[in-house]
C-alpha cells in the first residue's frame, strides 16, 4: 500500500513535558484519515512537526516514500502539504482572491494579474463544487465561505495532503453536511486529507481510518468500518463514556426569568434582539439554538447587565432588572458562565483564589471594611478546587497557567457556588474534551434538579439536544420555534436556525 | 512560583551589574579610568556623612515619583504626567508654605495635602478623558506635563514673586527641614521627607496588595471586560487610579518645595524627577519595596556622580550614561531571562 504522509515514531519534547511520545501515523493516497485526541493529547503538536513550525526530537517523516526534513511551513507547502486552520488566517478587507494568492501572487509586466488570478480561483472553486465568488469580500461572506476560502488557499498552492484542523467547530449542521461533500469531491480527486477533531460522530460519517491519540501516545489506528463511536470514546478518554446524560424528566416550578419584547441594539444601532420573548422556569434549562450572531451574544448581555437594552422588560422571580448594573443584576440572583472565559470569565493574571471572589470580594467573610481576608478566600477557593475537581498545583497558581477545561471548571464553581437563582450557560464546553464535557453537563442538570432555572446557549446540537429539557430557537434576534428535544430532529433544528417557517421544516406543531 | 521571583530579583540586579560593566567599557573607551571614577561615585554617595544626607534627600522624591508610575501601571494605566503631577505639587505645597504662617502642626500637613491635591487634579484630567472618551492617557499626561511647567511658570512671576524668578523662602512651620538631621549629616539638605515616602511605600503596598480597592484596581487593571462582568466600575477605576498616582507625585513635589529648596524657582525645563520615576519604577520591578532599591541606586548614582569631575576627572554625563544603560538591560529582561534560564541548564 502506498502512503502519501508516514509519520513514523515522532517525539517531540517541550522541557520535561512530552507532548509526543513515538506517534506513528500513515496517511493513504486519497482517505480521510481522522486524528483523534482530547485537548492536550498532542494532536496540534504533531500537526504543527508535519507542518514544519515544530522540529521532531525523534522519529521521521516521508513524502511519497522519501525521507524529508520539514524545518519551516514553505518546505510543507512546497512538499503540498496544506493545512485549514481553525481560525482563519483571512484579511477581512480584501476580496476572496486577493486573500487567496497573498504572499504567491501572479504578476504581468510588475502588477499584479488579478484577472488570471479570479479566473484560477473560479476554476479551482468549480472543480471541487466549492461555489465560491472570486470577487467577494471576506468580511461580507459567511463563515462557512471563508472556511472554503482557507481550502482554496491550499488548493491555490498546490496541495496534494490537507490539514483540516477541527473544521466543524464554527459551522451550522447544513454547512457541516456540505463541508463533507466537499471532503469527499477533494478526495475523489486524488488529495489526501487528514481531520483533526474531537467529534466522533464525523469521523464515522466521513473517514475511513482514524488514528487515536491519548497523553502524547499514539493509541493505534483503526479501519471506521470496524469500530464504533463508543470504542473509540474509550480509547480517546480511556475509559468508558457516557453520551446521553442520565437525567430525570424535569420537575418545572415558577417562572425565574421572563423576558418580554426585548430590544437590543449594537453599537452600530442594528438591531440585534428583536421584540424576543422568553420565560425560563424553576427546575429546566432552556437552551437556546441558534447560528452564531443571530443575538444570542446580545441577549445574554442585556439580561446580565453587560449591555443596554432599548425596551422591554427582563423579570427575575417577578422583579425589573432590565438595565440595571452588572453588579445588582448579580445580586438579584444571576450566575453567568460567559461565552469567552478568557475575556469576561476570568482575570488571567489574578490566582486562582483570587478569581473565585471576583463578585463577591467586597462582601464578609471576604474582606472587611475594605481590606481583602486572603485566608478566608483561599480557603474558599481550596474547598471550590476539591468540588470541582479543577487540576491546579495550588489555589495561588495564576489562572493563565490553567488548561480550558480547568478553567472553565474554576468559573463554574464560582457561578454554582454563589446559588444563583438563574445560571446562564453561554458555550459553556467550547474547545473541552469529552470528560470535562461529561462534568460540565452533569453540573448543569445538578442545579436544575436543585430547583434552579437554566438557560443554555450553544452552537452545538448535540448539547443542546442532549442536555435542554425544552430548546429555542433563535433566528434575526427572535425566538422563532420552541421545540422539544424529545420529539425534534438535528435536521428540523439546522432547517429552523436556517429561519425556515416551522411548516416548512415538515413538523406539526 | 519560588523560582519565578528569584528570576524577577534576578534580573535587575543582573540589569544593574551589566549597566555598571558596559559603563566601565564606555569610561575606558573615552580614555578615563573606570575604577577612580567607580571610586569617586561610591564616595560622592555614600563616602561621608553629608555624603550620605544627600543621597537619602535625592532618594526621596525618586521614591515617590516611582510609587506615582507603578500604581498607575500595576492599574494597567502609563502615567508618563508624573513629572507634570509633581510640579503642580511642588507649587501648591510652596504656595501654602509662603502665604500662610500657622502652627507646625497644621501648616505642614497642610501644604502637604495641597500638594497632593493638584497632584490628584493634575492627574484626574487625563483619568476622566480616559475614561469618559477614552483618550489615551498616554498623550494628555504629555500635554499636561507642559501645562503644569508653564502655569507653574507663570504663577511664581506673576503671583508668587514680583515678575521674579523664584518665589519667597516658605515660612519655617511648613518646612520638612531640622536642625537635627542637618547637624546629623553636616549641614547636608537631608529632610524628613524621607520617612513619609517610606510611609507612602508601605500605603501603597497595603493599598494595592490588601483591599479591596486594590483589588478592584488591579482587576481593572489586567481585564476591564472581566472586571465589568463582576460588576465593577471600570471608568471609576480608572479615574481613581490615575487621582491616586497624581497624589503621590504631587507629594514628590511637596519633599522638593518643603524640603530641599524650600522655595519654588521658574523652571527652563523639567526637572527630570518624574519621568527618571518611570525608570526606577521598571527597575523596583513596579512593587513597593523593589521601588526602595532602585531609588536608593538611583539617587546614588545622581548624587555620587557630582564628586566625579573633581575626584576622577570623569564628567557627570558618564553616570547618566550608565543610568541609561540600567534601563536598557532592564527593558531588555527578555535576554537576561534567556541567559538565566541557559545557566540554568547547564547547571543541571
Known sequence: MEYVIEMLNIRKVFGSFVANDNITLQLKKGEIHALLGENGAGKSTLMNVLFGLYQPDGGEIRVKGKKVNIPNPNVANDLGIGMVHQHFMLVDTFTVTENIILGSEPTKSGQIDIERAEQEVRELSERYGLAVDPKAKIADISVGMQQRVEILKTLYRGADILIFDEPTAVLTPQEIQELIQIMKALVREGKSIILITHKLKEIMEVCDRVTVIRRGKGIGTLNVSETNPNELAALMVGREVHFKTEKQPPKVGKPVLEIQDLVVKDSRGITVVDHLHLTVHAGEIVGIAGVDGNGQTELIEAITGLMKSESGSIRLNGKEIRNLTPRQITETGVGHIPQDRHKHGLVLDFSIGENMVLQTYYKEPYSKRGVLNFKAIYDKARQLIQEFDVRTPDEYTKARALSGGNQQKAIIGREVDRDPDLLIAAQPTRGLDVGAIEFIHKRLIEQRDRGKAVLLVSFELDEIMNVSDRIAVIYEGKIVAIVDPKETTEQELGLLMAGSKRKEAGVSS | ?348
Do not use: C
Open chain 2, 1 to 348: 512560583m519560588s523560582e519565578n521571583r528569584l528570576t524577577n530579583i534576578l534580573v535587575p540586579v543582573f540589569a544593574v551589574i551589566l549597566g555598571i560593566i558596559v559603563g566601565a567599557i564606555v569610561m575606558l573607551v573615552s580614555g578615563y579610568d573606570p575604577i577612580a571614577g567607580y571610586s569617586a561615585l561610591l564616595y560622592g554617595a555614600f563616602g561621608d556623612r553629608y555624603y550620605i544626607g544627600e543621597t537619602i534627600r535625592q532618594v526621596t522624591p525618586y521614591i515617590l515619583a516611582g510609587l506615582a508610575v507603578a500604581f498607575a501601571f500595576r492599574t494597567g494605566l502609563f502615567n508618563i504626567g508624573v513629572e507634570g503631577q509633581l510640579i503642580v505639587g511642588w507649587l501648591a505645597a510652596v504656595w501654602v508654605g509662603v502665604a500662610f504662617e500657622l502652627p507646625k502642626v497644621i501648616h505642614l500637613p497642610l501644604a502637604i495635602f495641597a500638594a497632593a491635591a493638584a497632584g490628584a487634579l493634575w492627574g484626574f484630567i487625563p483619568g476622566f478623558l480616559k475614561a469618559r472618551f477614552r483618550v489615551h492617557e498616554v498623550i494628555v499626561t504629555i500635554m499636561m506635563n507642559y501645562i503644569a511647567l508653564y502655569v507653574s511658570n507663570a504663577v511664581i512671576r506673576s503671583v508668587l514673586s514680583d515678575q521674579g524668578f523664584k518665589s519667597e523662602k516658605i515660612y519655617p512651620s511648613a518646612s520638612l527641614r531640622s536642625e537635627f538631621l542637618q547637624s546629623l549629616t553636616d549641614y547636608s539638605t537631608l529632610h524628613y521627607g524621607i520617612i513619609i515616602s517610606l510611609i507612602a511605600a508601605v500605603v501603597m503596598w497595603f493599598l494595592l496588595e490588601k483591599t479591596t480597592t486594590g483589588y478592584e484596581l488591579r482587576a481593572v487593571g489586567f481585564n476591564q471586560h472581566a472586571s465589568h462582568y463582576a460588576g465593577m466600575n471600570v471608568n471609576r477605576n480608572i479615574v481613581l487610579s490615575m487621582v491616586i498616582s497624581g497624589v503621590f507625585a504631587g507629594i514628590a513635589g511637596a519633599m522638593e518645595g518643603l524640603g530641599t529648596f524650600e522655595n519654588v524657582s521658574v523652571k527652563a525645563g523639567f526637572t527630570g524627577v518624574g519621568f527618571d520615576g518611570i525608570a526606577v519604577a521598571l527597575l523596583g520591578g513596579n512593587h513597593a519595596f523593589g521601588i526602595i532599591l532602585a531609588a536608593i541606586l538611583f539617587g546614588a548614582l545622581k548624587v555620587g556622580a557630582l564628586e566625579m569631575p573633581s575626584a576622577a576627572d570623569v564628567p557627570t554625563e558618564l553616570v547618566d550614561i550608565v543610568i541609561a544603560l540600567i534601563i536598557f538591560f532592564v527593558a531588555s529582561s527578555y535576554l537576561i531571562r534567556l541567559v538565566l534560564t541557559r545557566l540554568k541548564k547547564e547547571g543541571k
